[in-house]
């Protein structure tokens, strides 16, 4: 049973640019979180998403920053008008359940650089 | 708001105990966790703990949790260098049963 997928695992984007992260859910999970890592910090929650729906973004910056889960194809961070403040590891995590708080599996992260 | 505090930095000698320390504000937190992260990797959970437990033991993983002083702590019996790597202790609560608020993470290097 694969793992969280996440790619691409490292995004090198200009000041302006967009980026897109992707992230593959384990197999049966319908439950998918992103988080933020900035360097030397802790992660920090971004947004939290069901199939097609949008649960809880209370972490994610007010603009730019939009996510997504189609009822099929991975889920999507979108980074629009990227600046260097951007930059960080973004990880996803994905659950059976959105009850199962102990069961948050988590990709290996996207490392964006914002050049 | 929530918070979760630890030191950034611990050394110990290879076959010594580590103990990793933290502390948390969110007095709802219902459940705490330790997670492990090696360079260029994800996060991999360790171990949690209920709140209404004081201890959990896991092979050489040992985690104490202080209800009172809102203090946990990990140890790990016979620290090898495999052990290497930046623990985060993170809580969750049931009023915001999506999120998990982290720490900074404490860098464990081990020295021969």
């Known amino acids: 049973n694969a793992g969280v997928m996440q790619n691409p695992r490292h995004l090198v984007r200009r000041r302006g640019q967009e980026a897109r992260l992707r992230c593959s859910p384990m197999k049966g999970h319908s439950h998918v979180y992103w988080y933020?890592?900035?360097?030397?910090?802790?992660?920090?929650?971004?947004?939290?998403?069901?199939?097609?729906?949008?649960?809880?973004?209370?972490?994610?910056?007010?603009?730019?920053?939009?996510?997504?889960?189609?009822?099929?194809?991975?889920s999507i961070l979108r980074?629009?008008?990227v600046v260097r403040g951007d930059s960080a590891a973004y990880f996803c995590a994905s659950s059976l359940t959105g009850t199962s708080l102990y069961e948050?599996?988590?990709?290996?992260?996207t490392r964006l650089t914002v050049t | 708001g929530e918070d979760?505090?630890?030191?950034?930095?611990?050394?110990?000698?290879?076959?010594?105990?580590?103990?990793?320390?933290?502390?948390?504000?969110?007095?709802?937190?219902?459940?705490?966790?330790?997670?492990?992260?090696?360079?260029?990797?994800?996060?991999?959970?360790?171990?949690?703990?209920?709140?209404?437990?004081?201890?959990?033991?896991?092979q050489r993983l040992t985690v104490l949790l202080n209800k009172k002083d809102k203090?946990?702590?990990?140890?790990?019996?016979?620290?090898?260098?495999?052990?290497?790597?930046?623990?985060?202790?993170?809580?969750?609560?049931?009023s915001s049963a999506s999120k998990i608020i982290f720490g900074s993470g404490t860098r464990l290097s081990i020295r021969p």
Request: proline share 5%; aromatic share 12%; charged share 25%.
């Open chain 2, 4 to 58: 979760v505090e630890q030191s950034l930095f611990l050394s110990v000698r290879e076959g010594d105990s580590s103990v990793i320390n933290c502390t948390y504000t969110d007095s709802s937190s219902t459940y705490l966790y330790w997670y492990k992260q090696e360079p260029g990797a994800g996060l991999q959970l360790l171990t949690y703990i209920f709140s209404n437990m004081d201890m959990k033991q896991d």
């Open chain 1, 104 to 109: 948050q599996y988590f990709g290996p992260g």
């Open chain 1, 36 to 74: 933020r890592q900035l360097p030397e910090e802790g992660l920090k929650f971004m947004v939290y998403l069901q199939k097609e729906n949008i649960i809880d973004e209370s972490g994610m910056p007010k603009e730019r920053f939009s996510a997504e889960f189609p009822k099929e194809g991975p």
């Open chain 1, 79 to 81: 980074i629009q008008q």
């Open chain 2, 71 to 94: 203090h946990l702590s990990l140890r790990i019996a016979d620290t090898q260098t495999g052990d290497s790597a930046i623990y985060f202790c993170a809580e969750s609560s049931r």
